[in-house]
T-cell receptor
Framework: AQKVTQAQTEISVVEKEDVTLDCVYETRDTTYYLFWYKQPPSGELVFLIRRNSFDEQNEISGRYSWNFQKSTSSFNFTITASQVVDSAVYFCALSGGYNQGGKLIFGQGTELSVKP | EPEVTQTPSHQVTQMGQEVILRCVPISNHLYFYWYRQILGQKVEFLVSFYNNEISEKSEIFDDQFSVERPDGSNFTLKIRSTKLEDSAMYFC?????????????FGPGTRLTVT
């Protein structure tokens, strides 16, 4: 069975601090995909990143970076120099590989609060 | 930039009533999904739809639920006889690929309140 665990329910930081959101996944698939979505207070789900299981290169996009480690089944997300606008709930999600329909299995989410 | 749209943004209904939630996916997308999020909880998969039929559904998606693509643009979720526990945010999503693993773009959601 597929499962995503985000052990951190809430994180509170002060602006400009770095923060890492943890994500651990379980799957028996050899091909799978990992995602991060952001849910700001307005409620919509905003796509941030997708990684496939064959690509363990870390990725950086501005203040955001992602660390994918297959050996520990983790796909962690770091925000550098956090800002108040980063306050949101962040969801990690997993989907199966080719021809598996693409449904997303979400973690419980981590609520990030960035205080000025 | 193309986006998924959903109507209405908020629907209030009485227990036992039928509701239809509407979505317009991104126009060249092929895979469509419904998810729900009970307040304060995680997002849960309900159903996926491809080539005018359901490709997968979750345990939540029982006989009270149905989906339809009545024309070339709309994608609807119907709940036949709503229950209090159906109160949630319902998200529609679409994807441009027939294979798993491609990013899904979500609509803004419809908040369903069953009283």
């Amino acid at each position: 069975a597929q499962k995503v665990t985000q052990a951190q329910t809430e994180i509170s930081v002060v602006e400009k601090e770095d923060v890492t959101l943890d994500c651990v996944y379980e799957t028996r698939d050899t091909t799978y995909y990992l995602f991060w979505y952001k849910q700001p207070p307005s409620g919509e789900l905003v796509f941030l990143i997708r990684r496939n299981s064959f690509d363990e290169q870390n990725e950086i996009s501005g203040r955001y970076s992602w660390n994918f480690q297959k050996s520990t089944s983790s796909f962690n997300f770091t925000i550098t120099a956090s800002q108040v606008v980063d306050s949101a709930v962040y969801f990690c999600a997993l989907s199966g590989g080719y021809n598996q329909g693409g449904k997303l299995i979400f973690g419980q989410g981590t609520e990030l609060s960035v205080k000025p | 930039e193309p986006e998924v749209t959903q109507t209405p943004s908020h629907q209030v209904t009485q227990m036992g009533q039928e509701v239809i939630l509407r979505c317009v996916p991104i126009s060249n997308h092929l895979y469509f999904y419904w998810y729900r999020q009970i307040l304060g909880q995680k997002v849960e998969f309900l159903v996926s739809f491809y080539n005018n039929e359901i490709s997968e559904k979750s345990e939540i998606f029982d006989d009270q639920f149905s989906v339809e693509r009545p024309d070339g643009s709309n994608f609807t979720l119907k709940i036949r006889s709503t229950k209090l526990e159906d109160s949630a945010m319902y998200f529609c999503a679409s994807s441009g690929s027939v294979s798993g693993g491609h990013e899904q773009y979500f609509g803004p959601g419809t908040r369903l309140t069953v009283t």
